[in-house]
């Protein structure tokens, strides 16, 4: 089945313990993204890649890091998590055609105590 | 810069009855906008799109939409609304670059029996 991972699905967590929320795709798509989703506000883009060790910052980049060393995993890394960071999260796909319809994971929602 | 504006946060629709919601958009060139449907604890399911031609877009569960371009919208509708349509709907348009959707604040569909 055609689809995007996230893991975890929820995480508790405290002010500065480094973290990773993965994010895999099995549909060979060379463009994959992270938003997150704050109540009044939709859905914010963080970063966003192109393909395999290309990535760029979205809207909100600040207090995350992302990597892209293979074509099918794009973790979302916090190094310091603090507690304005607490949100739902999303990772998406798409194949390399912009005008192709991004498929999102089912969300992570992380609280930062 | 690109933006959508869902105008309606909440909206409490009668199961069998018609459903519309607004989106409107801010875009200088040809707009490729999208709807969403996130039901609860659940990722975002693609509703339908429009890119160009037609204005009226079918989408799946029986939805559709109308592109109006002198009137920035493409509201979203459904004739008769079922109890499973409840979620929260998110309008979005492809930024300028293709690399990020940009989404309305969303509006939370509530199906009264």
């Known amino acids: 089945e055609a689809q995007v991972t996230q893991n975890p699905r929820y995480l508790i967590t405290v002010t500065g313990k480094k973290l990773t929320v993965t994010c895999s795709q099995n549909m060979n798509h060379e463009y994959m993204s992270w938003y997150r989703q704050d109540p009044g506000l939709g859905l914010r883009q963080i970063y966003y890649s192109m393909n395999v060790e290309v990535t760029d910052k979205g809207d909100v980049p600040e207090g995350y890091k992302v990597s892209r060393k293979e074509k099918r995993n794009f973790p979302l890394i916090l190094e310091s998590p603090s507690p304005n960071q607490t949100s739902l999260y999303f990772c998406a796909s798409r194949t390399g055609t912009e005008l192709n319809e991004q498929f999102f994971g089912p969300g992570t929602r992380l609280t930062v105590l | 810069a690109q933006s959508v504006t869902q105008p309606d946060i909440h909206i409490t629709v009668s199961e069998g009855a018609s459903l519309e919601l607004r989106c409107n958009y801010s875009?200088?060139?040809?707009?490729?906008l999208f709807w969403y449907v996130q039901s609860p604890g659940q990722g975002l399911q693609l509703l339908l799109k429009y890119f160009s031609g037609d204005t009226l877009v079918q989408g799946i569960k029986g939805f559709e939409a109308e592109f109006k371009r002198s009137q920035s919208s493409f509201n979203l509708r459904k004739p008769s609304v079922h109890w499973s349509d409840a979620a929260e709907y998110f309008c979005?348009?492809?930024?300028?670059?293709?690399?990020?959707?940009?989404f309305g604040t969303g509006t939370r569909l509530l199906v009264s029996p």
């Open positions: 979005a348009v492809l930024n300028t670059g293709f690399q990020k959707l940009v």
């Open positions: 875009y200088g060139a040809t707009p490729y």
